[in-house]
Nanobody, 127 residues
Framework: QVQLVESGGGSVQAGGSLRLSCAASSDSDNIRCMGWFRQAPGKEREGVAVIYTELDGTDYADSVKGRFTISRDNAKNTVYLLMNSLKPEDTAMYYC????????????????????WGQGTQVTVSS
């Protein structure tokens, strides 16, 4: 069972930056894709960014392209989401997720394609 632990959320003003981290447990050798999802109150959970764990490649939701960057450090089993130029509409609970197949690694990401989920970290952007 892979465990994912997010950190780095918080409250910032519009235009600010945050970096989220997702640390995966050591038994994550079968993971082929990592992703960040978010869910705002009253809205469905949506995929924000995904990254292959072994191949090169990332994908982003149109709403965050040019502002968010997903990256990974395989030696640390950690995936990051750097969020710049934050907007109030970025306010949401952000979840890290992992999939065992690389075919899941595209946007729009499907929740059902991801097998493991973190507990979430809150991001609040004020205007």
């Amino acid at each position: 069972q892979v465990q994912l632990v997010e950190s780095g959320g918080g409250s910032v003003q519009a235009g600010g930056s945050l970096r989220l981290s997702c640390a995966a447990s050591s038994d994550s050798d079968n993971i082929r894709c990592m992703g960040w999802f978010r869910q705002a109150p009253g809205k469905e959970r949506e995929g924000v960014a995904v990254i292959y764990t072994e191949l090169d490649g990332t994908d982003y939701a149109d709403s965050v392209k040019g502002r968010f960057t997903i990256s990974r450090d395989n030696a640390k089993n950690t995936v990051y989401l750097l969020m710049n130029s934050l907007k109030p509409e970025d306010t949401a609970m952000y979840y890290c997720a992992a999939a065992i197949w690389s075919a899941a690694c595209y946007i729009p990401a499907k929740n059902r394609d991801f097998h493991y989920w973190g507990q979430g970290t809150q991001v609040t952007v004020s205007s």
